[in-house]
């Protein structure tokens, strides 16, 4: 009874760190502090797979609310034996206000770095919604659309279609941001040139 016992904790130790191997190794959400809502890390882990199926490069995200004092590459160092070379590793830190994407294996030169990373609405698919009013959507909708984004163009320079990819549908939040962006450049610059010229006029009739 007691060998059978043993025999059976055994079998399930060994199935559970088949799994739990398993699971580590799938590309998409490797850590997430609750910081990404659960719908959008079902979205990642599907797209990631589905690229990682058809490439071979791995894709994975980190959420965390804290670097607790380390750079961004301990903690890839950290996290090294769950990460499956040729990789991109997307990286958040939340109370860090740090956004990163490391790799290996040449992956760097399949997807364009600066542009995902860029400040700017209209290049960036991160840091434009991140600083937009905070909020945990923002941060969801900011990792989705990053992801998304170094998913879709390593898929696109290897010629590969995404059955799962999110494309245009996933920028709709984006797009609202840079419609903001735009209207208050504008608006402010309007302001501007006004109150100049309604200054002049001023000291022109004094």
Do not use: C
Not at 130 to 158: C, H, P, R
């Amino acid at each position: 009874m007691h060998t059978f016992l043993r025999s059976g904790r055994l079998l399930v130790t060994a199935f559970s760190l088949i799994f739990f191997s398993s699971v580590l190794s799938a590309a998409g959400v490797l850590v997430n502090e609750g910081i990404i809502g659960e719908r959008a890390v079902q979205k990642i882990n599907v797209l990631g797979e589905e690229l990682r199926q058809k490439s071979g490069v791995n894709v994975y995200l980190v959420a965390l609310h804290s670097l607790q004092g380390k750079v961004m590459a301990d903690v890839e160092l950290e996290l090294s034996s769950k990460l499956t070379a040729p990789y991109a590793l997307l990286m958040l830190s939340k109370e860090d206000k740090q956004v990163n994407i490391l790799s290996s294996g040449g992956v760097e030169a399949l997807f364009n770095k600066d542009a995902i990373l860029s400040p700017y609405p209209w290049r960036g698919t991160i840091l434009p919604l991140l600083t937009t009013k905070k909020g945990s959507d923002n941060y969801t909708a900011a990792m989705l659309n990053g992801y998304a984004d170094i998913v879709e163009q390593i898929a696109a320079t290897q010629k590969i279609t995404l059955d799962h990819a999110i494309g245009s549908g996933n920028k709709n939040t984006l797009n609202i941001v840079r419609i903001i962006v735009y209207a208050t450049l504008i608006w402010a610059v309007g302001v501007a040139l006004y109150r100049r010229r309604k200054h002049r006029h001023a000291r022109n009739n004094t």
